[in-house]
């Protein structure tokens, strides 16, 4: 094969020629001419031009790899020395199918095809050839456009140390990645928990592989008294350190939810927390507590989305006010709302990752979030996963997403008979303990506890009262609730005191109805109730039939 033809036809070399042969020189009109032989101010000899260089000499030199193929089959016509060192000898004339195996392996042929087509150059970088090092191919056609008679020019770089240098870049990003996610992952509950009164579901979907990991996370705290509080944030920020935080922040959620305070309060000591433990890092937050004696769910918002509730008859609300700046922040002074959650109904919490999208509104994600629970029927879990893929959730997702789901199942026939309410007003006076007693000992008669916790469940009700007469104030209240698993006995009055547990010297005339309550029970608590006073309540778990 004539290389010296199809050097002459490389882009700019019929162009120079003509520029010698045919044009005067312009230089008075501010052209450029072509490299020539230029003569040292010094005298010496000159030296040698571009142009008089010769090209296969010059391609045999250079560590690139070059090949050189010409017509609608690709027909080898030349390749220099590097690319005999890397691939072989190659033999001259045959189609590059045949003569040039490796580039075929990468798909370069159609790429050959498509510079030959075009006349316009066309790059393929970091691909891995067969000698196991990696090259960047830039094809240049070397005739006018469209000659299907024409050659394209090969040229490939090594770039393999570049590749092994990325490479190792994406698998430390790798490592990272699946570190955060297994510490997101690992800091989440592993189980939830289910209390009596609700059915729960959630779900954590991690964002892809080119989003870091983020701090959303979920909880369920069971709070004692037939009570749950539920949980879901979303720290501002991403990797390792945010699931560091999130993890801090969810520990201290569920330390503050022990001491059974209102929402607006868990949130106001945990925007100090978040002050402390990182001034440059904020996080949303929402809490809510529900409690079935009162069918309602009251909450608190640190800058979080709107919790959404879908009632019986499939019409989807959300909260509203009052919802505070981020915590983190300081200076905000929280407070508590409420949202009506009866029989029948489900309610959602979420992170952004699930509405929010680059291209649209935020109301408009939350939106469609309505218009999705709105038709979702179904168990938590079913409700949960249908939310997710109506909102294209998917492994590629650009963020974390966190959901959780809880229903107020509306119990009817044998099922209603094991959730039961019995109240009593009680009116103060030397009649309203043994009043309380008589009333305790009649309704565990009609559920048919067996008689030994029909006892326990008189006799803590007897202790309460007698404590709440002796300590509290009016108004004064008896509740018992039962539940598929345990007996609640809960006495509320006027005085916001709250008791304690202490051992009793044997000259001390009181002190004892708490810790005999502690004792019998399976647990016991107390907290303030809305509008001051407080609630004092006790725990008993039901035996497990036989099967």
């Known amino acids: 094969m004539n290389f010296t033809r199809w050097s002459a036809r490389l882009p700019g070399t019929q162009r120079r020629a003509a520029a010698r042969t045919e044009t005067p020189d312009r230089r008075g009109e501010g052209s450029v001419p072509a490299a020539r032989a230029g003569q040292p101010a010094d005298g010496t000899a000159p030296l040698p031009a571009v142009d008089e ?43 590059a199918r045949e003569a040039l195996p490796e580039l075929a392996e990468l798909g370069l042929l159609p790429l050959l095809d498509q510079v030959l087509r075009s006349g316009r150059s066309r790059t393929l970088k970091s691909r891995r050839a067969v000698d196991g090092r990696s090259y960047t191919f830039t094809c240049t056609p070397v005739a006018e456009d469209g000659d299907r008679d024409g050659g394209v020019l090969v040229f490939a770089t090594d770039v393999t140390d570049h590749a092994e240098a990325a490479e190792r870049l994406r698998a430390s990003e790798r490592r990272q990645r699946e570190t955060a996610v297994t510490l997101q992952r690992s800091l989440l509950p592993q189980d939830l928990e289910q209390p009596d009164d609700l ?16 701090g959303d996370w979920y909880d369920v705290i069971t709070l004692g008294g037939g009570r749950t509080a539920l949980v879901i944030g979303d720290v501002m920020g ?88 981020p915590l983190g922040t300081g200076g905000w002074m929280h407070s508590s709302g409420s949202i009506a959650l009866g029989p029948g109904s489900t309610a959602v919490l979420y992170t952004d990752g699930l509405v929010e999208r680059r291209d649209e509104d935020l109301d408009e994600g939350i939106a469609a979030l309505e218009r999705a629970l709105a038709g979702a029927t179904g168990s938590p879990q079913v409700v949960c996963d249908r939310l997710v893929r109506s909102a294209g959730v998917t492994a590629d997702h650009d963020d974390d997403v966190a959901v959780l789901v809880l229903q107020q199942p509306a119990r009817t026939g044998p099922d209603g008979e094991l959730f039961r309410n019995a109240a009593l007003e009680l009116l103060g006076g030397v009649e309203a303990a043994p009043r309380a007693r008589a009333f305790a000992s009649g309704v565990l008669t009609s559920w048919r506890f067996p008689a030994e916790l029909h006892d326990l469940g008189v006799l803590a009700t007897s202790e309460l009262v007698a404590n709440s007469l002796q300590h509290g104030t009016p108004p004064m209240r008896l509740r018992l609730r039962r539940t598929d698993r345990r007996l609640i006995v809960e006495v509320t009055d006027g005085d916001d005191h709250l008791p304690r547990r202490r051992r009793a010297e044997p000259a001390d005339e009181s002190g004892r109805g708490i810790a005999i309550v502690a004792t019998i029970a399976s647990s016991w608590g107390c907290r303030r109730t809305p509008g001051g006073g407080k609630a004092v309540w006790c725990e008993f778990v039901l035996p497990r039939p036989r099967p």
Request: net charge negative; charged share 20%.
């Open 53 to 95: 260089l010769p090209a296969r000499d010059v391609l045999d030199r250079v560590p690139a790899l070059v090949a050189l193929v010409h017509g609608p089959d690709h027909r080898l016509a030349y390749v220099n020395d590097a690319y005999t060192t890397a691939f072989g000898p190659r033999p001259a004339g045959a189609p």
């Open 199 to 214: 059915r729960i579901a959630a779900t954590y979907q991690p964002g892809g592989t080119e989003a870091a990991v983020g």
């Open 238 to 325: 991403r990797g390792v350190r945010a699931a560091a935080v999130m993890g801090q922040l969810r520990t201290a959620v569920r330390a503050y939810a022990r001491l059974d305070l209102p929402p607006h309060e868990v949130l106001q000591l945990l925007d100090g927390l978040a002050t402390e433990i990182d001034p440059n890092q904020i996080a949303t937050c929402a809490y809510a507590v529900h409690d079935p004696n009162e069918g309602r769910l009251v909450y608190a918002s640190a800058g979080h989305l709107p919790i959404l509730v879908r009632d019986e008859h499939g019409t989807v609300s959300r909260t509203e006010e009052p919802t505070g700046p």
